[in-house]
């Protein structure tokens, strides 16, 4: 059996049918070679429509608070999708070896850059190779790949996302805004179904089929107000230890992420779930299972005071990630247009 990625009626997760020697509840149906999961659903007449989105207007660089329009620019009006800075968190999360950067001469005039970094130290995508599951005495990846075959095999790498691509609608969950930045995202807060749905009425929001997710929980403007010596206490916890905020692990929030069938799923703080978990992994479902792809500690500051300015919660949205056979994960490289 295989999915038509163009269908608008797609199974529930109770519908699923067995695949098998797949482990329950797994939605490999694009395809016994497929890499892709998800973003099988990114396909061109989506993407055709999703264009529709970009309209007439002002230049904003996330990089920037103060960005001015200018003439050469007043054809798009473009909200690039910043991974946060290269460096950050400073130290990161979760004890992960932090970014290196050197400069290296390479004659009397020229110079190279040298980077050392651990992909998911900052701005990530979470690729189909970073989490699996335990199935009959194996550690199981997307579509079969095991564990053993994880250090050699190129196979479910991100090479696959960047030879397609990333595109289409994305829409902003702006949860920060909504709750009026009330309570510490350093904090176990769980977002929950409810209050998902509840935003996304006040913003206007409807989801459809391969839409990215976007949640902004408010982590990354929370962590760039930190001193100096704040951050570096939050690098040095040890993993018991930390606190932050994401979505509920609820089965009611495993079957609106799988049922609504989000092409990928993005968040602002460190594990998109909740931290600590609370029973359920998100993780062993949306990556191994249905092949969703987990962006996380994205900056969507500026993404969010776009949409507010706008009162449009939608966007057309693409990401080129790294083209690393047999990757685990990438920076975004993405940018959203208005």
Same mark, same amino acid.
């Given at each position: ?9 797609? *199974? ?54 103060? +960005? ?23 130290? *990161?999360? $979760? ?15 020229? @110079?190279?850059?040298? @980077? ?24 199981? $990846? ?32 702006? @949860? ?42 408010? $982590? ?47 968040? +602002? ?43 449009? @919660? ?25």
């Amino acid at each position: 059996m295989k999915f038509d990625p163009n269908s608008n009626a797609l *199974p529930m997760r109770s519908e699923l049918p067995a695949i098998s020697g797949a482990p329950a509840g797994a939605a490999w149906f694009w395809g016994s070679d497929d890499e892709l999961g998800r973003l099988n659903l990114l396909t061109k007449e989506r993407i055709e429509e999703a264009v529709k989105l970009i309209k007439t207007g002002t230049i904003i660089n996330l990089k920037s608070v103060h +960005d001015q329009m200018t003439t050469a620019h007043q054809e798009t009006n473009t909200s690039i999708l910043q991974s946060w800075r290269t460096d950050y968190p400073d130290p *990161p999360s $979760f004890g992960r070896k932090g970014f290196e950067h050197t400069i290296q001469p390479v004659s009397e005039s020229a @110079y190279d850059d040298l @980077y050392n970094m651990n992909t998911q130290s900052g701005s990530q995508w979470d690729g189909f190779r970073h989490v699996g599951l335990r199935s009959n005495n194996n550690i199981i $990846f997307y579509n079969g790949l095991t564990k053993d075959a994880i250090p050699n095999a190129k196979y479910g790498g991100m090479q696959a996302w960047a030879e397609h691509g990333i595109a289409g609608r994305g829409i902003l969950i702006d @949860y920060w805004g909504y709750t009026g930045k009330s309570y510490d995202p350093i904090t176990t807060h769980r977002i929950s179904l409810e209050d998902i749905h509840a935003c996304a009425k006040s913003q206007g929001l409807q989801f459809q089929y391969g839409d990215l997710l976007f949640i902004r929980s408010g $982590f990354v403007d929370h962590y760039n107000r930190l001193s100096e010596t704040e951050r570096k206490h939050l690098g040095m916890l040890k993993k018991s230890e930390h606190a932050f905020v994401g979505v509920e692990q609820t089965e009611e929030m495993l079957d609106f992420l799988h049922n609504n069938y989000f092409s990928a799923v993005v968040g +602002d703080a460190p594990a998109f779930e909740a931290w600590p978990r609370s029973g359920i992994n998100l993780h062993e479902y949306l990556l191994p299972l249905w092949g969703l792809p987990i962006g996380e500690m994205w900056d969507l500051d500026k993404l969010a005071e776009m949409c507010r300015s706008r009162k449009q @919660y939608t966007f057309f949205i693409s990401s080129a990630p790294a083209n690393v056979p047999g990757g685990i994960g990438s920076h975004p490289n993405a940018i959203a247009i208005f």
